[in-house]
């Protein structure tokens, strides 16, 4: 598989809640972020490549994060990379 990444991944684990279209929701942990994204652990929770969800930061001390609206670009074996929209890059 050709790297298509243009920023760095940093390796940090947060709690997100993953909304699809039909409105279910899962939680789950992050591998890692970038400044264009995010890779999702999951096993049983794999929305379809080019899904627009909702992610939510959960559990932070100060409250839960703003809600944001990403893609679904790729999946693996252990979970999926989603990709930030509206950010004025594409």
């Given at each position: 598989?050709?790297?298509?990444?243009?920023?760095?991944?940093?390796?940090?684990?947060?709690?997100?809640?993953v909304?699809?279209?039909?409105?279910?929701?899962?939680?789950?942990?992050?591998?890692?972020?970038?400044?264009?994204?995010?890779?999702?652990?999951?096993?049983?929770?794999?929305?379809?490549?080019?899904?627009?969800?909702?992610?939510?930061?959960?559990?932070?001390?100060?409250?839960?994060?703003?809600?944001?609206?990403?893609?679904?670009?790729?999946?693996?074996?252990?979970?999926?990379?989603?990709r930030?929209i509206?950010?004025?890059?594409?």
């Amino acid at each position: 598989m050709t790297e298509k990444r243009r920023t760095d991944r940093t390796k940090v684990t947060f709690v997100v809640e993953v909304t699809v279209p039909e409105g279910d929701s899962k939680r789950l942990k992050t591998q890692d972020i970038s400044d264009g994204g995010v890779f999702l652990l999951a096993d049983d929770f794999f929305p379809e490549v080019g899904t627009l969800v909702d992610i939510q930061v959960v559990g932070l001390p100060g409250g839960d994060a703003p809600r944001l609206q990403m893609e679904v670009v790729r999946h693996t074996d252990n979970g999926f990379g989603l990709r930030m929209i509206n950010k004025g890059d594409d």
